[in-house]
């Protein structure tokens, strides 16, 4: 079983910045790849950033890419999402997800994970 912990959220005006984190207590934490997603009022859970078990491969939304970045710290059984510039169409709750298998198309799709964590407020005033 693996239990996840949202981090760091919070109200930011546009064009600022905010690093989440999210803590997994299960000590087979390495052996998943993680992702990120997020869920605006009314709308379906999307995909955001996805990174491997080693860290050697990540892919991004096109919505995000170039403005957030994904990061794991396995000695702190840790994931991170860098945001900047963010933009008020980021308001969401962030979700992380702990995936089964690493695959460059299915883990864009929530199905795709085993585990999910509370979630996290991210909102972006304009």
């Known amino acids: 079983q693996v239990q996840l912990v949202e981090s760091g959220g919070g109200l930011v005006q546009a064009g600022g910045s905010l690093k989440l984190s999210c803590a997994s207590s299960g000590r087979t934490f390495t052996t998943y790849p993680m992702g990120w997603f997020r869920q605006a009022p009314g709308k379906e859970r999307d995909f955001v950033a996805v990174?491997?078990?080693?860290?050697?491969?990540?892919y991004y939304a096109d919505s995000v890419k170039g403005r957030f970045t994904i990061s794991r710290d396995n000695a702190k059984n840790t994931v991170y999402l860098q945001m900047n510039s963010l933009k008020p169409e980021d308001t969401a709750v962030y979700y992380c997800a702990a995936g089964r298998r690493w695959s460059t198309v299915l883990l864009r799709y929530a199905y795709a994970y085993d585990y999910w964590g509370q979630g996290t407020q991210v909102t972006v005033s304009s």
């Open positions: 990174i491997s078990s080693s860290s050697a491969s990540s």
